[in-house]
């Protein structure tokens, strides 16, 4: 039956407020492509990812044009290519992400994650290759992003990797001077990397996923924000209330796209995220929803106790929405994407100390944060090692995603353009983390990952 | 395949006219009609039923969306799913 409310209220969440389906991710496997021949594997990896995502972009469009909701991006993720590449007779990994490039080219997606290595409990040679082959690899591709997953709450934090990770950041950023160090905005290290992630740049296709898969994240900050623009003085309890019911529709929604995809692309339908992704367009932003719950600006002391009952109203209202949650599932906080966090970074307001405390509560960690171009590779390692600390022992993914922006000093922006943002450059301490990094090892797993 | 057409605009003389002879022209059924003025826009919904229909999903949102610019409307068509999905349980 014709309900003139319901209709009025999703049209102006979709015209008004933001609403959208982030993304449909469809994970590949590429483990068939394993071949001692990298030409030949490379020719596998580009024939399985066209295949497999011939029709992904064109059934994106026609669910977002039936149900009148805008799917931003339409994107891949592939199996870990160290496990690919490590069969292969050659040192560079470079070709790999080529392959991986190009057919995302093809069927036209914007990114393309999983030139990706776990080693968290230690390297294998081609993990070490391919975390060699990083810089180049981002430097002379478009689409694809990489990941390294440097700690796990079993396994510990992998101290070596960790500092590797400081260099390769650096690297990055020099090979892509001329855009900004636009290589380290597609590269992501984690703690506690999860398998099904449809968000970039940390997507890949875990190992104990089926051969192709179909994920899908939500979206909807603004829709949020404008829920509790009703709620002015109200308790806390209404607050969290009100998230919840709002995340149920955002979610629900979700879930309709995703199985809609997965029956028409006859390619299982995995999970929904429960992200609330900000974009950098005015009216999308998670600093404005916590600004909304009485802080005068995200950063203000409150703000994590604030993000807090966000993140958490928000997974209790969508994971009733879904037949299966999973990936980050929690709020994003990546300053260059967010309007209010720019805002609030630009002014001082911000800082990198306030930011960590954020990432205990919330997904997913430092994310696109712009730092000076002479900071050293063992402070950017050091941050990594502190993110890493707090979700081995949170038992949570975190992650960083920091561009020492080359040239840059504190107080300039860097502009990376479309969903990227732009990215005001912030403060690290000055203080030498050096010989704490240079010890190499393991920070051995908490006690409390000690569960049989 | 149910859906609902939504048009939102200047109010004007002839809208649902307009709007049912397309819908008629292309075997779309009209199961429901509502219409209200919203904000000083008039604003009609339309719950039909596609079953019929000889455009595909994408043409027929073409040529309603053409039909609304030719008139100064907006009008745009959605499955009825994403409405069920998002206000019922």
Known sequence: MLNPQEIIATNEMIDQQNLDIRTITMGISLLGCIDPDPAVCCRKIYDRITKCAENLVKTGEDIESEFGIPIVNKRISVTPMALIAESCNTEDYVPFAKAMDDAAREVGVNFIGGFSALVHKGFTPGDLRLIESIPEALAQTQRVCSSVNVATTKAGINMDAVA???????KSAQL??????MGCAKLVVFANAVEDNPFMAGAFHGIGEPDCVINVGVSGPGVVYHALKTMKGQPFDEVAETIKKTAFRITRMGQLVAQEASRRLGVPFGIVDLSLAPTPAIGDSVADILEEMGLSSVGAHGTTAALALLNDAVKKGGVMASSHVGGLSGAFIPVSEDAGMIRAAQKGLLTLSKLEAMTCVCSVGLDMIAVPGDTPAETIAAIIADEAAIGVVNNKTTAVRIIPAPGKIVGDVVDFGGLLGSAPVMPVSECDSGTFIRRGGRIPAPMHSLKN | ???????????????IAGVSTLLASEDVNILDIS????????????LVDLAACRLSFRELADALDKKGQERGLTIRIQRTEIFDAMHRI
């Open chain 1, 164 to 170: 590797k990770m400081g260099q390769t950041i650096k």
């Open chain 2, 1 to 15: 395949m149910r859906a609902i057409v939504t048009v939102i605009g200047k109010d004007q003389v002839g809208i």
């Open chain 2, 35 to 46: 219409q209200t003025v919203l904000q000083g826009y008039f604003t009609m919904f339309m």
């Open chain 1, 176 to 181: 892509t001077a001329d855009s900004g160090g």
